[in-house]
């Protein structure tokens, strides 16, 4: 008894549409001026931080800050 061989497709692949990039919602246009979202204190300018409930988070070197919860709540009201 002999296995047989999976055929394997060769040839080209489809193509698929690569996701953009969202840098765009990093900036701020005022006025005359462009002003950068918040940078990462420790990685420096051009690493953002990213906004999240409670909290802001680099992805780059894991740097993270909390708001408070009574903080929290004051803006709520």
Sequence with gaps: MAKTKKSIKKGKKP????????????YKIEGDKIKRERNCPRCGP?????????????G????????????????KE
Excluded: A, D, I, Q
Excluded at 50 to 56: A, K, W
Excluded at 60 to 75: A, D, L, Q, T, V
């Design 46 to 58: 051009g690493v953002f931080l990213l906004n999240s409930n409670g909290r802001v988070y680099c």
């Design 15 to 26: 193509h698929k549409n690569k996701p953009t990039s969202k840098k765009y919602t990093k």
């Design 60 to 75: 780059k070197c894991h740097y993270s800050e909390f708001e408070n919860k009574k903080e929290s709540s004051e803006k």
